[in-house]
């Protein structure tokens, strides 16, 4: 049997903040989109303690700025900072699992084919080790699945095997797709929870919603959905380092290049791609960026990589006298490998 995982971050943006400092830990945390300067904004999230203070997403500033206490911060959204922290994560689903969905920079959906309970427990130890917690929801559909990972949230886990039991009591605004005017007029024909849809006559609840609205839910309400992921198509990753000091030397540059080229071949084994296209980056100590690039023979191994790039960086370095800060080294034209394949074929 498929697996169908979801996973969905806890307090995503505000862990996000605690990592990138510390001395965030044990006070509430909440994260603003700001307007007019400052003066005005909305909370895009708040971290558990901040929950506490009943301090929540899309809540005015000012209404969290009256419930906020004198340890209570306020940050401004660092979106790089979070795609960024969540690009490892996503890593991590990747290389337990042979396909994921990717929904946003919070949540995913993957596939588990065996000991799904055991590989989710992996998954969330590995997620806690880049410094967050998640919930995991497992069930043999994306609906489900994603009810499943609310459930216990936070740091939840939950396997749904018996659809139509977990879903009975659940309220019918919890599920995704059904907005407040939807749930205003299943409430008007009596319709409270999952169970309640279940059993409705048909006809009413055609007349209450629209056909198609109608026959959707019911679908939802005996735990039916899709098990389908649709995968990201990757198209390039990338490894850039500051060098320990700035350098015009040659052979201390490709030294560098050659870290680069190793954590970038992890991912890519990880990640079970090979590669027709390698592109070195190199940044001076101006803050000037240059990149040189070549199409290649698809290839996957690190020899190959690093064999593409210093002779790029070689092309590079005759060419310019520059001093060099930062450098790196970028791959594309991926196409999956998958486990089975040999390495003989790349
Ligand atoms: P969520 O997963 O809904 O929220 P969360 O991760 O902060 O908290 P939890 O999952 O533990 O309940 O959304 C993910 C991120 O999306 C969230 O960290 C901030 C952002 N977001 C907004 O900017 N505005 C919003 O109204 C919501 C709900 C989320
Ligand atoms: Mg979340």
Request: hydrophobic share 30%; glycine share 6%.
């Amino acid at each position: 049997m498929t697996w169908i995982g979801h996973l969905d971050l806890d307090a995503f943006f505000a862990r996000c903040e605690e990592i990138k400092n510390p001395d965030l830990k044990g006070k509430p945390v909440v994260v603003c989109v700001y307007t007019r300067g400052g003066s005005s904004g909305a909370v895009s999230t708040s971290n558990y303690r901040a929950r506490e203070l009943g301090i929540g997403s899309g809540m005015p500033l000012s209404e969290a700025k009256t419930r906020s206490n004198d340890e209570t911060v306020f940050l401004p959204v660092d979106r790089e900072y979070y795609s960024r922290r969540s690009q490892e994560v996503m890593s991590v689903l990747r290389k337990n699992s042979g396909k994921i969905q990717k929904n946003s920079v919070d949540e995913a959906f993957f596939q588990l084919r065996k000991n799904p309970v055991e590989k989710a427990r992996k998954i969330k130890e590995e997620v806690e080790s880049k410094g967050f917690s998640c919930s995991i929801g497992l069930s043999d559909n994306k609906f489900v699945a994603k009810m499943a990972s609310e459930h216990d949230k936070p740091d939840g886990l939950k396997k749904v095997e018996d659809k139509i039991d977990f879903l009975r009591e659940k309220p019918v605004g919890e599920i995704h797709g059904v907005g407040s005017k939807t749930e205003e007029k299943l409430q008007e024909i009596g319709v409270e929870r999952c169970e309640d849809l279940r059993q409705m006559n048909n006809a009413r609840l055609a007349t209450a919603l629209g056909r198609n609205q109608a026959a959707e839910l019911r679908e939802k309400a005996a735990g039916k959905g899709s098990a389908e992921l649709e995968t990201e198509q990757q198209k390039q990753m990338s490894k850039i380092t500051t060098m320990n000091e700035d350098s015009s030397d040659h052979s201390f540059v490709e030294k560098e290049l050659s870290r680069a080229c190793y954590r970038l071949h992890k991912r890519i084994e990880e990640e079970e791609k090979a590669f027709s296209s390698v592109e070195v980056i190199v940044i001076d100590t101006e803050l000037n960026s240059f990149t040189r690039s070549k199409k290649v023979k698809t290839s996957r191994t690190r020899e190959k990589l690093f064999g593409h790039a210093s002779s790029l960086l070689e092309e590079f370095m005759s060419e310019k006298d520059a001093e060099v800060r930062r450098v790196g080294v970028r791959v594309s034209g991926l196409v999956d490998t998958g486990k089975q394949t040999s390495l003989v074929s790349f």
